[in-house]
């Protein structure tokens, strides 16, 4: 008798409140930007995908959107790309490289940006995006190589790429071919450096032929193995391979190549708006979290590149990271960044490289 006293004497109470309109119904949680959205990302795989998810898909996530990834290189994209056409587009982000972005934008694969809505744009130097293209890394080609190595041979620190052709380094050096980027930079460094350029690649590949080479194109992971193992001595690759083999105990340096009294051999990369993606709003979130100041920073420790925040930039350049034998692996002082040497894309001809290549390394 007494429960039912209770539970009436509750009921009623209840509906007094309500008729006051004292009663607070539960509130739903407050809705994202990006309320069950999803963004689809072409980037490249390993940790570079993973430091992109903790900052930038975090930051997607906490406004109610989701993000998947499509990983692999330049060269694939746009392959897939090419495979839509006149479809629903692979995915909305697409990151390309120098030598593959006159294809994307060519081919009419990407669409124009709002840059008003990627406000951290105004923290970057201004030749680094533009109406349809926001670059969101730069990394510096060079030479790099195993401290100790070279001391035990006798060598000294080298300050050029050709002072690589060295009878003690034959069958220890590795690059990329002349299907990837980085292959590009190093033959065109030492084009330069052997009285040829952009335009006249011979004389680099004759260098390269004559140096006697251990490998071409492996994985950064196989080079990084063969690096410690001591099979291999040096590879030409950008320096935050430098700063990786470092954290991970091998006793790299690297070396910036000098060019028409530049030094300094950037490679930058780009994040574009696919043509016909259905997330436009996101996408450009998506970019300016990916030039923001806590992406770039996690980019500049972990993987080396050299920031394309300013801020980032101003915070780390007097303060550098060094190899052991206390030489700064990146060149980030913003005089000598606005006089890196830059390779002429226009002088490049993809199909005629190759052919040159295959006629001169693979016979």
Not at 77 to 94: N, Y
Request: hydrophobic share 40%; net charge neutral.
């Amino acid at each position: 008798m007494k429960r039912n006293l209770i539970l009436s004497s509750v009921c009623l109470v209840g509906a007094a409140a309500m008729a006051l309109g004292l009663f607070v119904a539960p509130q739903p949680a407050e809705a994202g930007m990006y309320d069950g959205q999803k963004l689809t990302v072409a980037t490249f795989g390993g940790s570079w995908r993973d430091r992109i998810n903790k900052i930038v898909g975090e930051a997607i996530r906490n406004e109610g959107g989701t993000i998947d990834f499509v990983v692999g290189g330049p060269t694939d994209f746009l392959a897939q790309m090419i495979a839509a056409r006149g479809q629903k587009p692979p995915f909305d982000v697409v990151e390309m490289t120098d030598d593959r972005w006159r294809d994307a934008l060519e081919g009419g694969f990407v669409q124009k940006l709002d840059l008003s809505k990627i406000p951290n744009t105004a923290h970057m130097d201004p030749n680094l995006f533009d109406d349809y293209k926001v670059g969101n890394w730069i990394v510096l080609e060079g030479l790099v190589f195993h401290i100790e190595k070279f001391k035990e041979l006798g060598l000294p620190r080298p300050t050029s790429f050709s002072e690589l052709d060295h009878p003690k380094l034959r069958g220890k050096l590795h690059m990329a071919d002349a299907s990837n980027f980085t292959g590009l930079y190093t033959i065109a460094v030492l084009a330069h450096e052997n009285g040829g350029s952009e335009a006249d690649i011979q004389p680099a590949l004759d260098k390269i032929k004559k140096m006697d080479f251990h490998s071409y194109g492996l994985s950064a992971v196989t080079v990084n193995q063969m690096m410690k193992s001591g099979e291999l001595y040096a590879t030409f690759a950008h320096c935050g391979w430098a700063v990786r083999q470092h954290d991970a105990g091998i006793p790299s340096g690297c070396v910036h190549p000098v060019v028409n009294g530049k030094r300094g051999a950037p490679a930058v990369g780009y994040a574009a708006l696919t043509k016909d993606s259905a997330n436009v709003e996101l996408a450009h979130f998506y970019i300016n979290e990916l030039i923001g100041f806590d992406m770039q920073e996690l980019f500049h420790v972990k993987n080396g590149i050299v920031p394309v925040h300013g801020k980032v930039l101003e915070k780390y350049y007097k303060n550098p990271k060094v190899d052991s034998s206390g030489v700064p692996f990146l060149i980030l002082d913003p005089k000598e960044v606005a006089n890196f040497w830059y390779l002429d894309y226009s002088k490049h001809n993809p199909k005629e490289w190759q052919r040159a290549w295959d006629r001169t390394l693979l016979r």
